[in-house]
């Protein structure tokens, strides 16, 4: 029998979302009919309305009436505090682990230790660089490179003339912001884009603020595009262009990733040129993966959910259906 509760103390942040019947199969190798499955789930933070929705969904999936007794950690975006929470998470003898990865890097050593203590892990949104594959059992994300690509055939179709683009880049070390700027520069390879400058917002609005008043600052009205690797950062932007004097969606035209209702607002508005969507409504086919990876049966190593994209006039028409 594994520790469950004893070790709930240590847990600091994480709250229990839904308390199930811990003192049964919630910590023992569950997974047969009618067992609740005790499962910890380590998600980056709340950055963003994209994160929102995420978090919502993943709750939603794994609800006290669909078998679930969810441990839920933010880690506010802090890698250390994300590790920390898995361990937790192995320490409370938990059924199986869900992540949601900061970065990219760093984890071999907790997803080793998840392995030695018998516990499955199933990573979901980002993915990990790890030596050995195995160390997890499933990934159900996006394809981040092709949401950059897509992004970048756009402003290859929409800039024929030399143009100057700053980018928002997410989170550094993150799987989207990493692909979505290879697939961004293959996208738009050949196009007459100069990169003025490219940091990081790390996927917040006010990063994005902070980062694009610098760049105005630095450029001016030399800059004509923006590509923001989120809308939030995208519609933190917004902010800075309009105090600095510029028209967003027309002085400086402006491309994100998510569509969350707030980006696809700015795009029906005319404030953003085009979005890329990258779906948060991840967590049915997670729990689908997790119920199956605990029972033992065979799962996809990779489940890539699919994404589209808007013009403004496809925004308004999805905007009244919208789901987040
Ligand atoms: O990993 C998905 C990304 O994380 C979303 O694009 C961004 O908004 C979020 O914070």
Redesign the pocket.
Known sequence: MKKILASIALLGAVTLVAAGCAGNAGGGGGGGEGDVLTVGFAQ?GS?????AANTESMKEAFSEENGFNLIFNAADNKQEAQIAAVRSFINQGVDAIVI?PITVDGWDDVLKEAKDAGIPVVLE??TVNVDDDSLYASWVG?DFEKEGETAGAWAKETFTEPTNMVVLE?TTG???ALDRATGFATGSEGAPITTLDSQTGD?TRDGGKKVMEGFLQKYGDSINLLFA????MGLGALDAITAAGLTPGTDIQIVT??AVRDGMQALADGQFNFIVE?NPLLGEKVAEVVKKVVAGETVEKTTIVEDQSFTPEQAKEALPDRKY
């Open positions: 980056t950055e963003s309305g994209w994160r949601a949104d980002r996006l997410g993150s799987a989207p996927f690797h989120n809308d939030d990733i998510d990258c």
